[in-house]
């Protein structure tokens, strides 16, 4: 085995698959049956590292084999501890030192770990987990290879993505850049914790001053588990199948097979959705407020009624067929879309449970009896009596009679149903924005207008604006927000932007429109909430529900690195994106400014520029740098009128962002 991947090696694949397979992490059967690595075993594979604080790569690479019990050639306990800092190989010379400089991690705060420290610039440091080391570690080595290319050709070592303009440090004697500023402070964060170890570093989960802009990237894998085990209900239909074809009733049944597919596809893919709308998706906020309509509309929102062991399961191979993570994620959506209307996320959610019994409730109900009238299982039931119940489910599933749909079994229905109500009851999500909460903004409008008025049309990139907040009003004091001060306090735009330059001027921020934003809800939130009740409830459903939660968004993407100003609809900003390239052309009264060729003192050169994709920068005009001359704007959008005041060689650059064309222009007298 290498240090790279199973993806190559059938034997060590199905290893994988097994041990994976015992410990309840859910794999498609059709990467199970071809002993394939596809994108099902890496998010198990994933799931597995979080767990096991070990480096979340999706690689099942040696330290993870170890962790798993499948490394080839060697016998290896499951009880192998799974945070070793060298995973049985011989220790390198950074993971044999200790005693770091810095007794806390610097991105998260948590106490460092003896497994997790590295040598750098000739001192100890370290980090509370190998994932957090490994990151850092990555960076550096990165750094080192790419120190002799151009600064055009460098990527981020994180991303692998092109270094942006705005995103570059001073490190070791050279220039370094990332993707994002993000990255880049985050990087910064670390190497300034080091250099002062006994300062105390913000937790990354407290969302303190810091954690406003260093979060880390979200994961991209939207791959949500099924709800029925592929293989029962392979089975199923196979039964129901063979029955009606003996009956013929072929076509028929095929038809029906189809719609139950097509219905646990469908919640499947609305979980996704939810993924996408929690991160940012563009879009997907709006599409999932429709499909949960469409389900609430469908579905009755009758009370639940768990019985005493809400929320607990008894002894039942049932389970074992069924996987709820869809239910977390939709119940998540659900609070995101509602957050301020109580009664409808909870109709949505109750909705979204009898969905899911309605979509289950053939497969898994008549799992023993399709298993043994396909003759998979001659023990558990007799042959005789799995002929006649799949015979009548057959019958019941041809004639859609809503009145006779099978429950599904009574442990399935406690698990989800229990999910639910103590979702209802309180739940991380609704707890994360009771901790961000802050003033209501009351007015948006231009910071430097005369008369302050609203914007009507699409704003730019780093335009100024003033954001009025309501005044406290006594009702206020109820909810701690009477006698705030506003410097507690920092703005958002959408997707999850801080605007890190915003001031406090009497009742309002005045703030420039911070380079990432995109049309959406400008929010305020505290500068150091208070996550405590959030932690507890996420360490709460870990515990009670862990193969929900351990297949859900909330294992993959953090709360405070989602998208939770959409989820405040209002007030919103309309912003012109940014072109990802631009072009100029120089043009004179003859015709374009050819290379070489000279214009005269206050002769008129008109610089006519294209953005791509086309129209993307809404009307919003371009940051102008031209210190040789004037430059007047056109009643065309991408026109511009440039007049050179003095001889010699000058430059008019177009901004959008980190976006910038240069057009040079050679002026005689």
């Known amino acids: 085995m290498t240090d790279s991947s199973f993806s190559t090696m059938d034997g060590d694949v199905r290893a994988l ?55 080839v050639g060697v016998e290896v306990a499951a009880t192998e501890p799974a945070l070793d800092c060298c995973g049985g190989e011989s220790p ?17 705060g948590k106490p460092v770990h003896p497994a997790a420290v590295l040598i750098h610039q000739d001192r100890v440091v370290g980090f509370c987990s190998q994932s957090h080391r490994d990151k850092f570690a990555r960076a550096i080595e990165h750094f080192t290879n790419q120190k002799d290319l151009p600064l055009e050709s460098k990527t981020c070592p994180w991303s692998g993505k092109r270094v942006r303009p705005n995103a570059m440090i001073n490190y070791d004697g050279q220039v370094v850049g990332f993707c994002s500023p993000t990255h880049r402070d985050q990087f910064q964060a670390a190497i300034d914790h080091f250099a002062s170890p006994g300062m105390a570093s913000i937790p990354a989960s407290t969302g303190g001053a810091d954690s406003m802009t260093v979060m880390e990237e979200v994961a991209d894998s939207i791959y949500v588990p099924p709800l029925v085990d592929e293989t029962v209900l392979a089975q199923f239909c196979q039964a129901v199948q063979s029955y ?42 709006a599409r999932l407020e429709d499909e949960m309509h469409c389900l609430v509309v469908d579905f009755p929102c009758d009370k639940l009624e768990p019985d005493e062991e809400c929320g607990e399961c008894r002894a039942d191979t049932s389970n074992e067929r069924v996987f709820l ?100 009851q309180c739940n991380p999500v609704t707890a994360f924005f009771e901790a961000i909460r802050g003033p209501k903004i009351h007015r948006i409008v231009r910071w430097q207008a005369h008369l302050r008025e609203e914007p009507t049309a699409a704003l730019g990139i780093g335009d100024p604006l003033a954001v009025l907040v309501h005044k406290p009003r006594e009702e206020d004091a109820k909810a701690d927000l009477c006698g705030i001060a506003l410097q507690d306090y920092g703005l958002m735009f959408t997707p999850r932007q801080p605007a890190t330059d915003a001031i406090v001027v009497d009742e309002c921020f005045e703030v420039s429109i911070p380079l990432g934003s995109r049309t959406g809800p400008v929010i305020v939130v505290p500068k150091a909430p208070d996550f405590t009740r959030v932690s507890q409830l996420l360490a709460s459903y870990q515990q009670r529900y862990p193969d929900e939660i351990n297949g859900s968004i909330f294992a993959l993407a953090r709360i405070d ?42 002769e008129t050169i008109s610089i006519q520029y294209q953005i791509e994709p086309p129209g993307v920068a809404g009307g919003a005009s371009p940051a102008i740098n031209a210190p040789g001359g004037s430059v007047t704007r056109t009643a065309r959008p991408d026109v511009l009128l440039f007049r050179p005041s003095a001889p010699g060689n000058t430059t008019v650059e177009l901004t959008w962002g980190s976006t910038t064309v240069a057009v040079p222009i050679m002026v005689t007298q």
């Not at 390198?92 to 998260?108: D, F, I, R, Y």
């Not at 043009?587 to 214009?599: D, E, I, K, Y």
């Open 17 to 71: 698959h097994t041990s994976l397979l015992q410990r309840r992490f859910h794999i498609p059967l059709n990467e199970v049956e071809r002993g394939y690595f596809g994108p099902g075993t890496r998010q198990a594979v994933m799931l597995f590292q979080r767990g096991s604080a070990l480096p979340i790569t999706g690689i099942a690479d040696r330290r993870t084999a170890v962790a798993l019990g499948v490394v």
């Open 92 to 108: 390198s010379s950074l993971q044999q030192a200790s005693g770091a400089v810095n007794e806390t991690c610097p991105w998260s």
């Open 244 to 285: 009606a074809d003996s009956q013929s009733l072929h076509d028929a049944a095929a038809g029906k097979l189809a719609e139950l597919k097509l219905r646990l596809n469908n919640l499947r893919n609305l979980a996704s959705l939810s993924r996408l709308a929690l991160v940012g998706h563009p879009l997907s906020f």
């Open 325 to 424: 993570s869809a239910a977390v994620d939709l119940f998540a959506g659900a609070t995101f879309l509602w957050k301020d209307n109580v009664d409808r996320r909870d109709r949505t959610i109750i909705a979204i449970v009898r969905a899911i019994e309605d979509a289950i409730a053939f497969p898994v109900t008549y799992a023993a009896e399709a298993a043994t009238f396909l003759g998979l299982d001659t023990v558990t039931l007799s042959p005789t009596h799995s002929a006649i119940v799949i015979g009548n489910a057959t019958q019941r599933l041809i004639q859609c009679d809503k009145a006779c749909i099978p429950r599904a079994p009574a442990s399935v229905r406690r698990r989800l149903e229990g999910l639910a109500c103590d979702w209802i």
């Open 561 to 602: 690195t989602w998208a939770f100003p959409m989820a405040y609809r209002h007030p919103c900003v309309t912003i012109a994106p940014l072109p990802a390239t631009a072009t100029a052309t120089a043009f004179t009264a003859s015709g374009p400014l050819a290379a070489g060729q000279t214009v005269s003192v206050g």
